[in-house]
């Protein structure tokens, strides 16, 4: 069985780093692409950022690009995410996916999903 679990949220203020963790457990790492979604209160889900089998390719939502980084280490079995020059509207519960093909905006496309962290930062 496929878990995921992500760790690295809390409170940080406008203009501050995070980064979030995703490891994942029970499957072979190396056959998921990864994806990171997050959702704010009173808003529905929403694509941040994805990476490929082998961490070689990355895809960004334009709200977060530049901004925020994706790496993964196949040794540990997990994914980061590395945020930036946080704001205010970056709070959220950040989740991370996995599917098995490639990378995609859709979180229906996802098959594993992780319990979900909270970022909030503070204006």
């Known amino acids: 069985q496929v878990q995921l679990v992500e760790s690295g949220g809390g409170l940080v203020q406008a203009g501050g780093s995070l980064r979030l963790s995703c490891a994942v457990s029970?499957?072979?790492?190396?056959?998921?692409?990864m994806g990171w979604f997050r959702q704010a209160p009173g808003k529905e889900r929403e694509f941040v950022g994805a990476?490929?089998?082998?961490?070689?390719?990355?895809y960004y939502a334009d709200s977060v690009k530049g901004r925020f980084t994706i790496s993964r280490d196949s040794a540990k079995n997990t994914v980061y995410l590395h945020m930036n020059s946080l704001k205010a509207e970056d709070t959220a519960i950040y989740y991370c996916?996995?599917?098995?093909?490639?990378?995609?905006?859709?979180?229906?496309?996802?098959?594993?999903w992780g319990q979900g962290t909270q970022v909030t930062v503070s204006s």
């Open positions: 029970g499957g072979i790492f190396s056959n998921y692409v």
């Open positions: 996916a996995a599917r098995y093909y490639g990378a995609s905006v859709k979180g229906s496309d996802y098959v594993f």
């Open positions: 990476i490929s089998w082998t961490g070689g390719t990355t």
